[in-house]
C-alpha cells in the first residue's frame, strides 16, 4: 500500500548542510539552491547569513573571475551570488543594508577604472538597486555619506547598468519627502550640468547615449510624479534645473560645436525632443503625435526652452544643408551621396516637435528659412528612408491641421492668425505640395507601367493626399485651404481634382478592407466596418523600423473596436489579403499578433474565411 513508502524527498541542500566541512561553492552548485532560497529553507538562509558567506557572495560579484577559467562557467558564481541576494529574502536584505562593512565592500566595485566590466556592473547595480528599494533610508544615508558616489557615477556613466543604478534611485524612493530629500542633494551635486557636460563631441558615444537617456528619463520621471503628486509644494529641483536657459544654452553649444560630432548632436537633440513632448489633443483623421495613452493637454512646453531653440533655428537649418560628414553609401537600388544620416532625421524630428507646439515666432522663423521645403526635397529624393518620410508627413499634418493659436481669453489675435496663415500659405505656395505630390504620383504611375519598382513613399504620399483632402472638407483650417486650392492654376487644379476622384479614390478603395464573414471572430455590432492601418504615433515612430510604411488610409473604427480587436484585425487583414509585398504598418500589438499567427494559422484558410 502506498503509505508503507515515504513518498517525500528530502532536499540534497538539507543533505549537504548536515555536513561540517560544507563550502558556499558546493552548495552553488546545486541546481535547486536558487529555488530552496526563496522557498526560506531555513537551513541554507541561515548558512548564507554567516558573515563569511556574506562576504564571499559579494565578493563574486564586484571581482573578476579567473582569465583561465572555462568562459561557459566564468561567471557561474557571479551570477548566482547575484540572484541569492537579490532574492528578496529579509534577513539578507538586513544584513546587507544594516552592516557597513558589507556595504563598503560592495561599494568599492565603483572605485574600479573604467570602463566597468559590464556583466559584474549589471550584477552590482541590481544588488544595490534591491537595497535601495527594500532599506532606502539606510541605502541613501549611506550614500550621502560617500562623498564621491555622484563623481563615480558620472565616471562610470558609460556603462548603462550604472546609468540604471542612478534611475533606480529617482524611482525606487515612494515616500514623497524622502524622494524630495534624494533629489535635493542630486541637485546640490549637479547631477544635471555635469551629464549635459558629458553630451560634448570630446566625449564618447557610449557616454553621449547613456547621459542623455538619463537626461531624458528624469525629465520624464519628474513630469509623471509632478501629475501624481500635484498638491506638492515643492517643486521637482532636477527639472527646473534642466529647463533653465543656461542649460539648454550649453546643450545648444554641444550641438553647433566647430567639430561636428553626430553622435553628440543626436543626444544633445534627443533631451532637447524630450523637453518638447506635450500632451496635446489628437487631430481627427489626421497622425496621432502625442505618446500612447495621452489624450489631453497636461502641462506645456517650457517658453524659455522655445526661446532657446528659435534663437538656433537658422544653425539647425545649416545641419540639414551641411550635416556631419558621411561616407557614399551603396544599397541594392542605388548609392546615396551623401545618406541622410542620423543627425539630419533628428533636426527634421526637432521641427515637427516645435510644429506640435504650434508656437507663432518658431513657425515664421521656419517659413523664412524655408525649412519646410528642404525636408520636402529630402521626402522624395530618399526614396526608401521611411524614418525619414514618417517625420515629413508628421510635419505636413501639423501645418494643415493645427488650429490657430488662441490666447488667454479664448480668442485668436490678428498676430496668430498672420503666423499660422503664412506657414500653411507656404506649403502651398512656396513648397507646392499639391503640384509635387501630383509630380511624384504620375512619375510613379508611368515607372510602374514600365516595369520598374513601386516608389517606397507612396503609402506615406497616399496619406499626404488624404490629409490635404480631409483638411480641405473638415479641418480646422478648410476655409484657407479651399481657397488655396483654387488659386491653384487652371491646370494644376484640373489634375487635382481628376486625382483625388480618380487615382486618389481608386486607392483608398483598394486599401480598405470590408470585414464581411467575420462574424464568427467578432460581434455582430462591429461586422463589416471598414478599417484601415493607421500610422504609428509621433511617440512610438522613433522607436520602430524605418522599413515599414502605410500604404492605407481612411477613417478608424470606434477606440472601443479597435481597443478590444485592433492589433488581431489589422493582422488578418494582412494575411487576407496576401499583400506580404505592401508596405504597411502594424502597431506593437499587431506585429506580435501577426507573429503568433504565422506560426499557428493556416493562411489558405483564413483566405477563404475572408472570401465567403
Known amino acids: 500500500m502506498f503509505w508503507k513508502f515515504d513518498l517525500h524527498s528530502s532536499s540534497h541542500i538539507d543533505t549537504l548542510l548536515e555536513r561540517e566541512d560544507v563550502t558556499l561553492k558546493e552548495l552553488m552548485d546545486e541546481e535547486d539552491v536558487l529555488q530552496e532560497c526563496k522557498a526560506q529553507n531555513r537551513k541554507l538562509i541561515e548558512f548564507l547569513l554567516k558573515s563569511e558567506c556574506l562576504e564571499d557572495l559579494v565578493s563574486f560579484?564586484?571581482?573578476?573571475?579567473?582569465?583561465?577559467?572555462?568562459?561557459?562557467i566564468r561567471y557561474k558564481y557571479p551570477n548566482i551570488s547575484c540572484e541569492l541576494l537579490t532574492s528578496d529574502v529579509s534577513q539578507i536584505n538586513d544584513r546587507l543594508g544594516e552592516e557597513e562593512s558589507l556595504l563598503m565592500k560592495l561599494y568599492s566595485f565603483l572605485l574600479n577604472e573604467s570602463p566597468l566590466n559590464p556583466l559584474l556592473a549589471s550584477f552590482f547595480s541590481k544588488v544595490l538597486s534591491i537595497l535601495i528599494s527594500r532599506k532606502p533610508e539606510q541605502i541613501v544615508d549611506f550614500l550621502k555619506k560617500k562623498h564621491d558616489f555622484v563623481d563615480l557615477i558620472i565616471k562610470h556613466i558609460g556603462t548603462s547598468a550604472i546609468m540604471d543604478l542612478l534611475l533606480r534611485l529617482l524611482t525606487c524612493i515612494e515616500?514623497?519627502?524622502?524622494?524630495?530629500?534624494v533629489l535635493n542633494w542630486l541637485n546640490e551635486e549637479r547631477i544635471i550640468q555635469r551629464l549635459v557636460e558629458i553630451v560634448h563631441p570630446s566625449q564618447d558615444e557610449d557616454r553621449h547615449s547613456n547621459a542623455s537617456q538619463s537626461l531624458c528619463e528624469i525629465i520624464r520621471l519628474s513630469?509623471?510624479?509632478?501629475?501624481?503628486?500635484?498638491?506638492?509644494?515643492?517643486p521637482d529641483p532636477l527639472l527646473a534645473t534642466l529647463e533653465k536657459q543656461e542649460i539648454i544654452e550649453q546643450l545648444l553649444s554641444n550641438i553647433f560645436h566647430k567639430e561636428k560630432n553626430e553622435s553628440a548632436i543626436v543626444s544633445a537633440i534627443q533631451i532637447l525632443l524630450t523637453l518638447l513632448e506635450t500632451r496635446r489633443p489628437t487631430f481627427e483623421g489626421h497622425i496621432e503625435i502625442c505618446p500612447p495613452g495621452m489624450s489631453h493637454s497636461t502641462y506645456s512646453v517650457n517658453k524659455s526652452v522655445l526661446e532657446a531653440i528659435k534663437a538656433r533655428l537658422a544653425s539647425f537649418h545649416e545641419l540639414l544643408l551641411e550635416p556631419p560628414k558621411k561616407s557614399v553609401m551603396k544599397t541594392t537600388w542605388g548609392v546615396l551621396d551623401p545618406p541622410v544620416g542620423n543627425t539630419r532625421l533628428n533636426v527634421i524630428r526637432l521641427i515637427s516637435s516645435l510644429l506640435q507646439t504650434n508656437t507663432n515666432n518658431v513657425n515664421?522663423?521656419?517659413?523664412?528659412?524655408?525649412?519646410?521645403?528642404?525636408i520636402l526635397d529630402m521626402f522624395f529624393k530618399y526614396t526608401w528612408n521611411n524614418f525619414l518620410h514618417t517625420q515629413v508627413e508628421i510635419c505636413i499634418a501639423l501645418i494643415l491641421?493645427?488650429?490657430?493659436?488662441?490666447t488667454e481669453n479664448g480668442t485668436i489675435t490678428d498676430q496668430d492668425s498672420i503666423g499660422d496663415s503664412l506657414l500653411l500659405k507656404h506649403l502651398f505656395l512656396k513648397c507646392q505640395l499639391v503640384e509635387r505630390v501630383l509630380e511624384a504620383w504620375e512619375m510613379n504611375e508611368k515607372k510602374q507601367a514600365e516595369g520598374g519598382r513601386r516608389h517606397g513613399y507612396m503609402g506615406h504620399l497616399t496619406r499626404i493626399a488624404n490629409c490635404i483632402v480631409h483638411s480641405t472638407d473638415k479641418g480646422p483650417n478648410s476655409a484657407l485651404v479651399q481657397q488655396l486650392i483654387k488659386e491653384l492654376p487652371d491646370d494644376v487644379r484640373e489634375r487635382w481634382e481628376t486625382f483625388c476622384t480618380n487615382s486618389l479614390g481608386e486607392t483608398n478603395k483598394r486599401n480598405t478592407v470590408d470585414l464581411v464573414g467575420f462574424d464568427i471572430l467578432f460581434p455582430s455590432h462591429v461586422s463589416g466596418i471598414q478599417l484601415q492601418c493607421s500610422l504609428f504615433s509621433h511617440h512610438a515612430s522613433h522607436r520602430m523600423s524605418a522599413n515599414l510604411s502605410s500604404s492605407c488610409t481612411v477613417e478608424l473604427a470606434p477606440p472601443c473596436f479597435l481597443c478590444k480587436y485592433g492589433c488581431l484585425i489589422g493582422t488578418l487583414i494582412w494575411f487576407c489579403k496576401g499583400v506580404w509585398s505592401t508596405e504597411i504598418v502594424l502597431n506593437r500589438g499587431s506585429i506580435f499578433c501577426l507573429l503568433y499567427l504565422k506560426s499557428s494559422v493556416n493562411v489558405s484558410a483564413v483566405r477563404s474565411l475572408n472570401s465567403k
Open 223 to 234: 513630469r509623471d510624479q509632478m501629475l501624481q503628486i500635484q498638491n506638492s509644494s515643492e
Open 175 to 181: 515616500p514623497p519627502q524622502p524622494r524630495q530629500e
Open 61 to 72: 560579484i564586484i571581482e573578476e573571475p579567473p582569465q583561465d577559467m572555462d568562459e561557459k
Open 364 to 374: 515664421l522663423e521656419l517659413m523664412e528659412l524655408n525649412s519646410i521645403g528642404v
Open 401 to 406: 491641421a493645427s488650429p490657430l493659436e488662441s
